[in-house]
């Protein structure tokens, strides 16, 4: 059967169970509803010790009767203590620019999209990237993204689709994402598109539901739905190098 024509069915992730579901139609199943965001900053402070020396004392006055002339030396200027623990003050880092995340047609131009899903089309689904993951670990980081946005082919009136699902990561989220997958030992490790690959094939009553993620610094790119493992992971590199160029890299 066709990449294009065969039905999903949910990924499951680290101690997620797949279990066959009704066939109903794509678009369906992709509507939900929210999209979040969340933030991270750093801030740095610091303090600056100063310290001055005292002044040399004056001379003797002359011993002329009539008249006294001090002759000592100027007070010299205060200055820094030789040796001293001047710290300069230290200015906040700057939080990285939020990445852009380009629309559909520029994440993965139709052309690309169907040589791997021949007929599929753009689709609105309004889903809510979180209800389209593939267990509850991948579910509850792009819950925590910085920010994620999905996209959408499929043939109408079919069982056949898949999302694209690009999401901005902290370095402490993606750590602990990519632990859980190596982890979980039902994915396949590996390298997309200069990123971090993981990849996982069930094959149902329902058909081939594949799921692919590709970490590579802030960007997490997911592709799961109703494709064969090889275009799964080409266009997840496809969608990778559409945000690659949207951000001028």
Request: charge should be negative; aromatic fraction near 4%.
């Amino acid at each position: 059967m066709p990449a294009g024509t065969r039905p999903g069915c949910r990924v499951a992730g680290r101690g997620d169970t797949p279990a066959p579901r009704a066939r109903r139609s794509y678009t369906t199943v992709m509507a939900s509803a929210r999209l979040r965001a969340g933030a991270v900053a750093a801030l740095i402070g610091a303090t600056l010790l100063l310290a001055a020396c005292t002044p040399e004392p004056g001379g003797s006055p002359t011993p002329e009767p009539t008249v006294a002339t001090p002759s000592g030396s100027p007070t010299p200027s205060p200055s820094a203590t030789p040796g001293g623990d001047a710290t300069p003050s230290a200015s906040p880092s700057a939080e990285p620019e939020a990445l852009e995340i380009p629309g559909c047609d520029d994440l993965i131009p139709l052309p690309v999209v169907q040589a791997h899903f021949p007929n599929a089309v753009p689709i609105e689904s309004g889903a809510d990237p979180a209800d389209v993951m593939a267990g509850p670990a991948a579910t509850t980081a792009v819950r925590a993204a910085v920010q994620a946005e999905i996209c959408t082919w499929g043939i109408p009136a079919s069982d056949g689709g898949f999302n694209v699902i690009v999401a901005e990561l902290t370095e402490s989220a993606r750590d602990g994402l990519v632990a859980e997958l190596r982890g979980a030992g039902t994915f396949t490790e590996g390298a997309v598109g200069g990123g971090v690959s993981f990849s996982r094939e069930i094959d149902t009553e329902l058909g081939i539901t594949t799921v692919t993620y590709v970490f590579d610094d802030r960007v997490w790119v997911t592709v799961n739905g109703t494709l064969h493992l090889d275009s799964s992971r080409q266009l997840a590199a496809a969608a990778l190098e559409g945000v690659r160029a949207a951000n001028g890299e």
